[in-house]
């Protein structure tokens, strides 16, 4: 499942160029949602539920504000990062107070790429996590034997008649062999 990423911006071709540019950094993991305002915007995010989002300041329907402030409120787990043409020290503290945990200017788009990989790290740890975690494609090989007491592998056993049934845990997942 790739990582969901909704880029939020009135502009097109700011949309475009992140969008490029996110998903090239991605490697085919990063899916880049795009919403072209603040109300499409805070629409996406309740429906697709991405792991980041990206406002612009000044959309509209909906300001970067409200839009933090309205996905903060359906959805506090995720982060938002606010990447704005009017940024400041005062716009970052605003920002800060409805939700938003970073705000980059436009101006310094060279840095958006490490800030949204440092707010992405958790999210894809836990992935990472969930993915080692899963049952494996095929089955382990457990020595049996039958009651003559010749030794097969589950896989030879499981094609005889008559057998009995082998429970063992291995690796915290029961096998059963017939």
Do not use: C
Not at 105 to 131: G, N, T
Not at 144 to 164: M, N
């Amino acid at each position: 499942m790739p990582i969901r990423i909704l880029v939020a911006d009135d502009n097109a071709l700011v949309r475009s160029a992140l969008r490029q540019v996110l998903e090239l950094e991605g490697q085919g993991h990063w899916e880049v949602l795009e919403a072209s305002n603040g109300l499409d915007a805070v629409l996406w995010a309740r429906e697709q539920k991405p792991d980041l989002v990206i406002l612009d300041l000044a959309m509209p329907l909906l300001d970067g504000f409200r839009v933090a402030r309205e996905i903060g409120k359906a959805l506090p787990a995720i982060p938002i990062l606010m990447h704005t043409l009017y940024w400041s020290p005062r716009v970052e503290l605003e920002a800060m107070k409805v939700g938003v945990r970073k705000a980059i200017p436009k101006s310094d788009s060279s840095s958006l790429v490490s800030v949204v990989r440092e707010m992405l790290a958790p999210v894809e740890q836990q992935r990472e996590q969930l993915i080692s975690n899963q049952v494996p494609s095929s089955l382990p090989e457990v020595e049996v034997s039958d009651q003559e007491g010749d030794e097969r592998t589950s896989r030879d056993s499981s094609t005889r008649q008559g057998q009995a049934d082998l429970k063992k845990k291995q690796g915290g997942f029961e096998t059963l062999a017939s």
